[in-house]
């Protein structure tokens, strides 16, 4: 009679240990993480003392200049565009904006970088196992923040917030932020690609300030697609 309390208990114990070792799992899968918060600031907002050393025409052709992450994307990255946008911008215009300046990393590399997944109603910044591009509100002085998260060199996830704190534009328009040129930017940091901050590098996509009405951005440097190609041609 004793043995077989004995046995039901222990068999109550082992289901309630089961039971429970679960969300502790979870748990510690979730926290094994890196959050790494990469922001876009604006030009005239940096606070940043210039040496007045900024090329006075376009040198990106010219200039090899890079700096990598210390983490990267082992496989193609399925992203996903929320276009919900206040500035009656079209969702068709704006998903194919977006995944233009995603094209112009993947034309420069033989490795398929990114995959456009389609749109979502998710926004930028959660962890939830889907890669987001998204308008979102943020501090005034930074432009887009991007957010990547890693495991032992590895990325995982990555969302990219456009700041709602400024106008924006599909073409360029002075006054207003230019989507392509700042998605571009944005999505070099997902490619691997860090900032970079000396005014040499001024007109290099990675360069870590813009502006109003900036577009050329858009277009990939020599120091952009050399860094690139160390991240993804081995």
């Given at each position: 009679m004793k043995a077989t309390v004995i046995r039901k208990i222990v068999f109550l114990l082992i289901i309630v240990i089961s039971v429970t070792s679960v969300p502790l799992l979870s748990s510690a899968k979730q926290d094994d993480a890196s959050l790494t918060i990469i922001e876009l600031v604006l030009d005239e907002e940096s606070g940043s003392i210039k040496v007045n050393a900024i090329p006075p025409t376009d040198n990106s052709g010219s200039n090899p200049d890079y700096k990598l992450l210390s983490y990267r994307w082992d496989t193609t990255a399925?992203?996903?565009?929320?276009?919900?946008?206040?500035?009656?911008?079209?969702?068709?215009?704006?998903?194919?904006?977006?995944?233009?300046?995603?094209?112009?990393?993947?034309?420069?590399?033989?490795f398929s970088v990114f995959s456009y997944g389609g749109t979502t109603t998710k926004s930028a910044g959660k962890r939830d196992?889907?890669?987001?591009?998204?308008?979102?509100?943020?501090?005034?002085?930074?432009?887009?923040?991007?957010?990547?998260?890693?495991?032992?060199?590895?990325?995982?996830?990555?969302?990219t917030t456009l700041n709602t704190f400024y106008k924006w534009s599909l073409s360029g328009e002075s006054g207003k932020m230019d989507v392509q040129n700042i998605m571009t930017h944005e999505f070099g940091h997902w490619c691997g690609l860090n900032d970079l901050y000396a005014d040499p590098d001024y007109w290099l996509t990675m360069y870590g300030y813009s502006n109003y009405g900036v577009t050329y951005q858009r277009n990939l440097g020599?120091?952009?697609?050399?860094?690139?190609?160390?991240v993804y041609v081995k």
């Open positions: 399925k992203y996903y565009v929320n276009p919900s946008n206040k500035y009656s911008l079209s969702t068709s215009k704006v998903v194919d904006t977006i995944k233009m300046s995603g094209d112009a990393w993947d034309d420069k590399t033989s196992d889907y890669n987001v591009v998204s308008w979102g509100s943020y501090k005034k002085g930074v432009i887009a923040v991007t957010y990547l998260w890693s495991i032992s060199g590895h990325m995982i996830e990555t969302d020599l120091g952009d697609i050399m860094g690139l190609q160390a």
